[in-house]
T-cell receptor, first 109, second 115 residues
């Protein structure tokens, strides 16, 4: 499995954009890059995934580097509800996910 | 449609006992995976079931087992409980096993405390 490196924690102000980075330099060419988040006292929640092109959905945007060795999850306007641990996961096995330590995002009002 | 349902939400057991946790996946999802989450080890994959067969297994002792029924509902069992088994146990369902471009949906988990 590809190893990932994410900052342990990040802080943001409410209603400002947040860029959460992830390094996955050993990713294989067919691994999709998935992002999940886990709010306090809840199970992880899917956020977004992509392979090569940048992706957008109602929750976030995913920017993938051209060499695919890194990606950035973008929350366009952080809210207090976005405070969570964010996990970047190169997926090569479907419903068998390998979680790293993730980034704890704190949002200040 | 209903999400992934895990029961019970909370459980307290004594060392040496056994426990069974239940997971009902999203309707139509046939792949069910289980994870253990502890403060020290984070989220770790336990096993995955599809069509009533274990498809993948993580690095856990044989005391941890599971099964899947014909309606895709799954149970996991932990025998001879140890204090270190105290954790949040999470279940995730997915439409197709091995599909890397689809998302998994997690339940809220069962919080197991072993005393």
């Amino acid at each position: 499995d590809a190893k990932t490196t994410q900052p342990n924690s990040m802080e943001s102000n409410e209603e400002e954009p947040v860029h959460l980075p992830c390094n996955h330099s050993t990713i294989s060419g067919t691994d999709y890059i998935h992002w999940y988040r886990q709010l306090p006292s809840q199970g992880p929640e899917y956020v977004i995934h992509g392979l090569t092109s940048n992706v957008n959905n109602r929750m976030a945007s995913l920017a993938i580097a051209e060499d695919r060795k890194s990606s950035t999850l973008i929350l366009h306007r952080a809210t207090l509800r976005d405070a969570a641990v964010y996990y970047c996961i190169p997926n090569n096995a479907g419903n068998m996910l390998t979680f790293g330590g993730g980034t704890r995002l704190m949002v200040k009002p | 449609k209903a999400g992934v349902t895990q029961t019970p939400r909370y459980l307290i057991k004594t060392r040496g006992q056994q426990v069974t946790l239940s997971c009902s996946p999203i309707s139509g999802h046939r792949s069910v995976s289980w994870y253990q989450q502890t403060p020290g080890q984070g989220l770790q994959f336990l096993f995955e079931y599809f069509s009533e067969t274990q498809r993948n297994k993580g690095n856990f002792p044989g005391r941890f087992s599971g099964r899947q029924f014909s309606n895709s509902r799954s149970e996991m069992n932990v025998s001879t409980l140890e204090l270190g088994d105290s954790a949040l146990y999470l279940c995730a369902s997915s439409l197709i096993p091995g599909a890397t471009n689809t998302e998994a949906f997690f339940g809220q988990g069962t919080r197991l405390t072993v005393v």
